[in-house]
């Protein structure tokens, strides 16, 4: 990996920290809407993102966590698992609306994982969870889609992070 892209990805995990970290109380539990799940998003401009994406959910979740353990395995293998599969569909799709749409379903079909997660750490039932944490899930990734949209307009995320 190149400097350039190591910083980007260093700056992109430190505001999905930041942010998780400002809104820590919204951001864990059965009852989630961790806005920095925004960034998740920017698989779709690149997969070179994936790093700064998943490096931002570890350190949130070793140093906001209360279920640190559970966290660094559920948590963590949520956000690689999803943004994976979902780089690899998006591979040939050039429509952005699409692509957004297709990381935004798998995001949230794979809360189940977190689901798994709350039913194991606190024993919460698992369709509860599912259920509250995927539309946690679901609303942020809707509502973060033009978002994302908007500020690659000003930005270029995908010219940031290349060579």
Known sequence: MKTKS????????ALYVAITGILAPISFG???????????????????YLFGIVSGVFISNLFFSTIIGYDLIFGVGHSLLSLLIASGLMKKISNIWVKFMINSLIFTALSSLIALE???????????????????????????????????????????IEA
């Open 6 to 13: 190591l910083v980007i990805n260093a700056v992109v995990a």
């Open 30 to 48: 059965a009852l989630q809407f961790r806005v920095a799940e925004i960034f998740n998003h920017l698989i779709v401009f690149n997969r070179k």
């Open 118 to 160: 709350l039913y194991l750490a606190f024993s919460y039932p698992f369709w509860f969870g599912y259920l509250t944490v995927g539309i946690g899930e679901l609303g942020i990734m809707v509502v973060g889609a033009p978002i994302m949209q908007y500020l690659d307009k000003k930005i270029h995320f995908s010219e940031r």
